[in-house]
């Protein structure tokens, strides 16, 4: 089932699995026959620990790397390869503070507004230890509202050093100019770059899947709405191959 000799890349929340949730059981005995049979890698705004309990120790040791926290913090395995110890600066932090107090969305969690990551921040008004149905209120307000790009936009005009981006449902992804998803493409060659299959649910201007696919400019990029449509996706490349 190889597929010539393409490097697979995914985003992981809303990729490969339902946002902040656990990988579907059926998907997953597909996807690890997959990462058996084809390069596999993962890049994601999540540290580690997140990423194992979204889709199983067994999944993550199936591929070839896995770039944390946008690329900032890279694993083969269990082996830490490289990592990135920038943190942000006090009076970004008292912005993202004053845009947390300022929102009208009524509901918070009470922690984790603010979320240290190896390289980066992620900052969500709603809060990190957000239920469910908390979330899905908040995925209405800023869909309707548009917040987060509201809050972003204004983070870059003020911090044009930093860069803020759209991830997942409810976060916006914080780092160093320069230090978002685009930043693994130095592990590839010139020939590799060709072969890249770069699968995300954020490719849009302000997501943080965007500056991969814009960088991604020799390989190929799927817009996904879900883990379902990345399972059609990999079943036509497999079809296609067989």
């Known amino acids: 089932m190889s597929i010539a000799h393409n490097k697979f890349i995914f985003d992981v929340d809303g990729t490969l699995t339902p946002s902040r949730g656990i990988i579907d059981e059926e998907f997953k005995t597909f996807f690890n026959k997959f990462c058996l049979d084809n390069d596999v890698y993962l890049v994601t705004g999540s540290d580690r620990p997140k990423t194992v309990e979204q889709i199983g120790e067994d999944t993550y040791m199936l591929c070839k790397r896995v770039y944390q926290c946008s690329g900032c913090d890279v694993f083969e395995g269990e082996r830490n390869i490289r990592s990135t110890s920038w943190k942000l600066p006090d009076l970004a ?3 993202l503070i004053s845009c947390e107090y300022e929102s009208q ?12 990551r190896s390289g980066m921040v992620n900052f969500s008004v709603l809060g990190r230890s957000a239920s469910a149905e908390q979330r ?3 995925v209405a307000y800023d869909t309707f ?3 987060r790009v509201i809050i972003a936009n204004a983070f870059n005009t003020m911090f044009p050093d930093l860069d803020a981006r759209v991830g997942g449902e ?3 992804d914080i780092a ?3 230090s978002d998803k685009s930043q693994i493409l130095i592990d590839f060659n010139r020939s590799e770059l060709e072969s890249i299959v770069f699968i995300g649910d954020a490719m849009h201007e302000d997501g943080n899947d965007y500056p991969l696919k814009l960088a991604n400019y020799k390989g190929k990029n799927h817009h996904v709405e879900g ?3 990345t399972w059609e996706i990999l079943n036509e490349y497999s079809t296609n191959r067989s």
């Not at 969305?105 to 240290?116: D, K, V, Y």
Request: aromatic share 14%; hydrophobic share 25%; no cysteine.
């Open 227 to 229: 883990w379902e449509q």
């Open 145 to 147: 509202h548009n917040e």
């Open 105 to 116: 969305f009524t509901e918070r969690t009470g922690i984790r507004h603010i979320e240290e």
């Open 170 to 172: 409810t976060g916006i």
């Open 93 to 95: 932090r008292t912005f």
């Open 136 to 138: 899905a209120k908040y």
């Open 176 to 178: 160093p100019r320069g």
